[in-house]
């Protein structure tokens, strides 16, 4: 089946992400959000990011303004029903997930595939509850979404061949690569990379190296683009804590235990760098470390 309109629920930091590379490969998306003002936000967002990419030369400004044009804010979520693929992407919290489902589904036109970008969840799961769980997978993208090369594409259970070729064949629209993973806890990228940033947490917790030595060791020893720590901020703390839970509980082995250093920061409320402290201490002109 041939995939024209994308439905993106929820309008954060990966919602507008890709609406912004929907949009640029040609697809009309419908954008949803509960508030007004996550939207026009995301919407600024979107056309920052590609004024970026338009001053590096990496499309025209008539390429933007074509793509911006194809993306339709909506506060209403059952507009999406209309679509032919519909993206989730809200808040990393089951039971929001779930409601927003069984809010949506009614509406849906049989054909519609529906998927989540969920980083951890299990996608058998969430699809047995809806009504198509042939036609339900996980369309894992990773941040920042206009910049990073993979996607992951993650079969439930119930997953039919069609489901995961329709979305295959979207990715590659994208420009964008690939990686299939089965439906265990926290799929590849995050079962690989959430241990190392907890490892890091534990570093630094257990006094081996600060913020600062910690983040260059595995820049410069590694060349890993970003520090453990400082992705984390990037991540989102909460974000990482959730993933460690989802690991820890879903394959009960004592080597995912989160951190209590990593616990401790989220019970502070210093989530990272959308709340202005994390590790850094975003503040200032720089990132301070805070350890
Ligand atoms: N939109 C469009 N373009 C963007 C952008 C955005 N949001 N953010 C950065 N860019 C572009 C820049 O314009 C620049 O373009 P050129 O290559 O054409 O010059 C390029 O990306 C690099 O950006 P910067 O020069 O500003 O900064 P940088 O070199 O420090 O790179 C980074 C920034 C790409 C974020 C890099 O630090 C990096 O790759 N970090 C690691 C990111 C990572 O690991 N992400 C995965 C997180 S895990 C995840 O997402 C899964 C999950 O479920 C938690």
């Given at each position: 089946m041939e995939i024209r309109t994308i439905g993106v629920i929820g309008a954060g930091q990966m919602g507008n992400g890709i609406a912004h590379v929907m949009a640029l490969a040609g697809y009309d998306v419908l954008l949803n959000d509960i508030d007004a003002e996550v939207l026009d936000k995301a919407l600024a967002t979107v056309r920052k990011n590609m004024e970026r990419q338009v001053n590096r030369g990496k499309i025209t400004a008539e390429e933007m303004e074509t793509a911006l044009a194809r993306i339709s804010p909506t506060l209403t979520l059952t507009d999406l029903g209309n679509t032919d693929l519909v993206i989730e992407a809200a808040t990393e919290r089951e039971s929001v997930k779930q409601q927003i489902f069984d809010e949506l589904?009614?509406?849906?036109?049989?054909?519609?595939?529906?998927?989540?970008?969920?980083?951890?969840?299990?996608?058998?799961?969430?699809?047995?509850?809806?009504?198509?769980?042939?036609?339900?997978?996980?369309?894992?993208?990773?941040?920042?979404?206009?910049?990073?090369?993979?996607?992951?594409?993650?079969?439930?259970?119930?997953?039919?061949?069609?489901?995961?070729?329709?979305?295959?064949?979207?990715?590659?629209?994208?420009g964008k690569t690939a990686a299939s993973a089965e439906d265990f806890p926290a799929f590849i990228v995050n079962r690989i990379l959430m241990p190392m940033i907890n490892e890091a947490v534990y570093t630094l917790y257990e006094g081996v190296g600060n913020v600062r030595s910690i983040d260059q060791s595995m820049k410069l020893g590694a060349n890993h683009p970003m520090g453990p720590l400082e992705l984390a901020d990037?991540?989102?703390?909460?974000?990482?804590?959730?993933?460690?839970?989802?690991?820890?509980?879903?394959?009960?082995?004592?080597?995912?235990?989160?951190?209590?250093?990593?616990?401790?920061?989220?019970?502070?409320?210093?989530?990272?760098?959308?709340?202005?402290?994390?590790?850094?201490?975003?503040?200032?002109?720089?990132?301070?470390?805070?350890?």
């Open positions: 589904v009614p509406h849906l036109q049989d054909h519609t595939i529906l998927t989540s970008n969920t980083s951890s969840i299990s996608i058998t799961r969430l699809a047995s509850r809806t009504d198509r769980p042939g036609r339900f997978m996980g369309f894992h993208f990773m941040n920042p979404v206009p910049v990073m090369q993979l996607v992951e594409l993650i079969r439930g259970i119930a997953t039919e061949r069609e489901t995961y070729d329709a979305c295959l064949t979207v990715v590659e629209n994208l990037f991540i989102g703390l909460d974000t990482c804590l959730a993933i460690m839970n989802v690991l820890h509980d879903g394959l009960a082995d004592t080597k995912y235990r989160p951190c209590p250093l990593l616990t401790k920061y989220v019970e502070a409320g210093w989530l990272g760098r959308k709340a202005g402290r994390g590790f850094y201490d975003y503040g200032g002109e720089e990132p301070v470390p805070t350890r």
